[in-house]
């Protein structure tokens, strides 16, 4: 059974740093993306950054320049350098990963982690 597990997160000061983390368990063949999405209450789940397993990404254009994901392919983790973080970045991040397990490839999800941006 595959799981992901994040960890970081947690309030900072707008113009703060924190830096998210995730990774993957279970009988996992192959991870190909690897992204993080980030939820409002009330709001869908959007987009913050993706990275496919070329090492192509993507960011989202409110987190461009600020937000670096990065990952770790042997080891199946993904990480969110979250700077300059301002208010309107508060929201639920999930970490997402599009990977290969028992002969098929599906979409897992992390549990999510709170991030709170004030003063």
């Known amino acids: 059974q595959v799981q992901l597990v994040q960890s970081g997160g947690g309030l900072v000061q707008p113009g703060g740093s924190l830096t998210l983390s995730c990774v993957a368990s279970g009988s996992i063949v192959s991870v190909d993306t690897m992204a993080w999405y980030r939820q409002v209450s009330g709001g869908q789940r959007d987009l913050v950054a993706r990275i496919t397993r070329a090492g192509n990404i993507d960011y989202a254009e409110s987190t461009r320049g600020r937000f670096t994901i990065s990952r770790d392919s042997a080891n199946q983790k993904v990480y969110l350098q979250m700077n300059s973080l301002e208010p309107e970045d508060a929201a639920v991040y999930y970490c997402?990963?599009?990977?290969?397990?028992?002969?098929?490839?599906?979409?897992?999800w992390g549990q999510g982690t709170q991030v709170t941006v004030s003063s």
């Open positions: 997402y990963m599009y990977l290969l397990s028992g002969g098929y490839r599906n979409s897992y």
